[in-house]
């Protein structure tokens, strides 16, 4: 199976994707699943609004959105995230471009493996998990 990443109508490029890729392979081995075939796919606002209002009917703009192909054990699916949305947060966190989107493709996997965050509750622990794997990231 393969975890690849892709750019639409960007330049940037993420940093120590090898590393990306093990952390991962990390968080989905920790609810006893294996990776499928996942792809991230790197875009800019105009289309993932595109996305978000033909698969979602959602009329804005947003970081990411997760498609969930996951089937018996394996966690498969696609990730798209918008680099201008994620460029605003970084800014609004006082946070580098790098670690919020590394926020972000940690945030569309766990959204892979299972977690919502849909409610407060829900939210509280997504954002736990996501500051989890960031330590766990510095530690690889």
Do not use: P
Not at 44 to 64: A, G, P, R, W
């Amino acid at each position: 199976m393969s975890i690849q990443i892709y750019y639409d109508r960007i330049d940037f490029r993420v940093k120590d994707w090898r590393k990306v890729k093990k952390l991962i392979e990390k968080v989905i081995s920790k609810v006893d699943k294996v990776s499928g075939d996942l792809n991230f796919i790197v875009t800019d606002d105009n289309s993932i609004k595109k996305i978000n209002i033909e698969f979602l009917q959602h009329n804005y703009f947003t970081d990411v959105i997760s498609f969930n192909y996951s089937s018996e054990g394996k966690i498969s699916g696609e990730v798209y995230i918008s680099l201008d949305t994620v460029k605003i947060n970084a800014f609004n966190y006082n946070v580098s471009l790098d670690r919020e989107l590394l926020r972000v493709i940690i945030h569309g996997v766990l959204h892979l493996c299972g977690y919502e965050d849909k409610c407060n509750k829900e939210k509280l622990e997504m954002r736990k998990q996501e500051e989890y794997w960031l330590l766990v990231y510095d530690s690889i």
